[in-house]
Nanobody, 123 residues
């Protein structure tokens, strides 16, 4: 059974930092792209960041560029999202996505999703 388990969310003040982790099990995604999405209350789920299978290519939403960094450790079957200079508008449930791929200037999301981790940024 494939599982994606996010962790690292929480409550942080504006300007602070958090690191999210997404641990996968059940199959390897070391040859697939992976991404992070988020969904704020009353809004649609939106793309945040993606990384290629090797980690050599990354892609970010304009709203987080320069503040968030996505990385992965294929030996640990884990992808990370380092979030810095957090803003109240970053408040959302953050979801990990697996088995996608980077294509041109975008990310085609894969089939697999985690359950999400809540990030709340207070002003």
């Amino acid at each position: 059974q494939v599982q994606l388990v996010e962790s690292g969310g929480g409550l942080v003040q504006a300007g602070g930092s958090l690191r999210l982790s997404c641990a996968t099990s059940g199959r390897t995604f070391s040859s697939s792209g992976m991404g992070w999405f988020r969904q704020a209350p009353g809004k649609e789920r939106e793309f945040v960041a993606a990384i290629s299978w090797s980690g050599s290519r990354t892609y970010y939403a304009d709203s987080v560029k320069g503040r968030f960094t996505i990385s992965r450790d294929n030996a640990k079957n884990t992808v990370y999202l380092q979030m810095s200079s957090l803003k109240p508008e970053d408040t959302a449930v953050y979801y990990c996505n697996a088995d996608g791929f980077l294509l041109g200037g975008g990310y085609s999301k894969g089939f697999y999703w985690g359950q999400g981790t809540q990030v709340t940024v207070s002003s």
